[in-house]
DNA sequence: CTGTTAGCGCTTTCAC
DNA sequence: GTGAAAGCGCTAACAG
């Protein structure tokens, strides 16, 4: 493999010379340097990064920290932290903790070290553990969701609180809904809990009472909607309408209530969340709260960026991207 | 930043013996290397990875490279190629070359050199001067897809043209079609031509003529197959089932029929290829051609770390992967 | 079993 | 404007 020593050789100048060449080091003659990067072509000659980083002490490399690589959401964020990171010039180091605690601990632990220039993590919640590593943290991060939790750490995300009581006061105002169910997710989801805050709010609010019947968990996944939707379904006295928590719960909904041989949305309605790309394609098309996922992705990347590329220590930045509504013709038509 | 040094010193020993603890080096003393581990700890030390990959010419990277990041076929390939490079104590790099073919290159090039132990690519197909790169390659390249274009790169791929020509054999012989219509993806792309031969080729074998004005080319994306479809459904003599050469381009087939009016599959059937999420929740279900997207990017990732782990130079290996058939209701019933 | 020494390939003072 | 030399943090002979 050609190194810079075999370019200064040909090219009759000093390593360092060739190194400042090629980092547009201004105190080099002009044809100095044309020489140089001629000949450094004509070798074929690339610097050695692990080289470089090692003296310059940065990767540029930022990982995207995340259970379970996979899926809809996955994809939409990845994709607006790639495109930032790669005008940033920067590479992604995607790393799944495949859903063990433990491995992700690890890997933070790991990461911390060296190898990365900067951190983003989405995870449904941190333990204590974690939030201790995070506290002492020397590398930059930035935590996708869960301002509540983790305030001393940079956070991006959408107002999942507001979100849901949005869609729910509209639902009972504009909608005329005054009966509804709730397939809520993991509670160990940070998302999920502050949804499923923001729907019984809004009921609150709304003088509407709940009925814990109508409250069951769903797993964030559409076999975990459809098995909570049956047994709503199998209940005597039914809601007019289901808030899930997201939308694959919603899609396990319209498994559920087709098997029941019931009609979306006359005999029951269905609410979904996140607004992923399926809900536009099952019929009716589902009214759900709009998440502009690939934005969160981007955002996260640009403070992280913002936090590396200060010198100073900057203050903590919490993020809120704005949700909307996605009606769809999964809920009844607005009340005249 | 703690480092090497400052362990061994605490410890009263070199840096060798330090290096040799951590590196589970047989030949040192148990109780020495205990005290050292402890130390270590107690220091939080952990080893620089960069210097450490400076010397041994080693990153424990390997980098997935590809147009575009999101959608269904990329979450799930990175997805497998993700759990086997895990198990391999890999880290894995996602490289999205924006659709910009040229900023592929470099982005090849740049990874040719250092950085990263291994690659796997995942393009639509392939430059000259990008297989010229490829051909006097150093370091392990997995291509997925491709065996007939590059014969010199190791591939792991679906048989596209086995999976048409069955499906379509299918639809003939045992749904009893005769009037077949064809969207096309985009010229460049391999597995599309591979498709759009199969195709052909199964309508040659069963005697049945190929109307030219029944294939058009859908761009894969959803909009382009419903504009292709619309064309079709325009037509004084229309197919009686079309084949879409992926599911995104049958699902926009979906909506041009819903707009037309008319029903699947009694007016007109639908078929696709991918078997993608989506495809399941659509109504009717969709028949397609199933692909096992998740082994694709295990068996790659498999396939690269044989070739990374092995001294030897190993042959050229080309992966197939079989497709299954996915029976909807987007197809009429099977004859009697 | 352990220490000494020489680099890995590069950037960066410090002289000239 | 350019070269010599030091050294980033580590591993790997080579001695002992």
């Known amino acids: ?170 639902l009972i105002n504009s909608l005329g809904y005054s009966k509804l169910g709730l397939i809520k997710g993991p509670s160990y989801n940070y998302d999920a809990t502050k949804r499923r805050k923001g729907f019984l709010k809004a009921l609150k609010d709304n003088n509407i009472s709940h009925n814990e019947d109508w409250e069951i968990e769903g797993g964030f996944s559409v076999t975990g909607g459809e098995l909570a939707c049956s047994r709503i379904l199998s209940l005597n006295e039914k809601p007019e309408v289901i808030f899930a928590c997201n939308d694959m719960m919603a899609a396990g909904c319209y498994k559920a209530i087709q098997s029941f041989n019931l009609n979306i949305p006359d005999d029951i309605g269905v609410v979904g969340f996140d607004h992923v790309f399926l809900s536009e394609f099952i019929t009716p098309k589902l009214t759900t709260v709009h998440v502009p996922t690939v934005d969160i992705g981007r955002e996260a990347a640009k403070l992280l960026f913002k936090q590396i590329n200060s010198e100073e220590e900057t203050s903590v930045e919490h993020t809120k991207i704005s949700t909307g509504f996605i009606i769809g013709g999964s809920t009844k038509s607005q009340k005249k």
Chains 1, 2 share one sequence.
């Open 1 to 170: 493999m050609v190194n810079i020593k075999d370019v200064a050789k040909q090219a009759n100048v000093s390593i360092a010379t060739v190194s400042r060449a090629l980092n547009n080091n201004k105190s080099v003659l002009p044809e100095t340097k044309q020489k140089i990067l001629k000949i450094a072509k004509e070798l074929n000659y690339t610097p050695n990064l692990i080289a470089r980083n090692l003296i310059t002490q940065k990767t540029n490399v930022i990982a995207f920290i995340l259970p379970e690589v996979g899926g809809d959401y996955f994809s939409e964020i990845i994709r607006g932290v790639d495109e930032v990171a790669f005008n940033s010039n920067y590479q992604l180091l995607v790393a799944s903790s495949h859903s063990q605690r433990n491995t992700m601990e690890t890997t933070l632990k790991f990461l911390e070290k060296s190898r990365v220039d900067g951190i983003i993590l989405m995870l449904p919640s941190l333990s204590d553990q974690m939030k201790d590593i995070l506290a002492n943290h020397t590398t930059p991060i930035v935590a996708i969701n869960g301002e509540g939790e983790f305030p001393a750490i940079n956070t991006v995300g959408i107002d999942n609180f507001q979100g849901t009581y949005s869609m729910i006061s509209f």
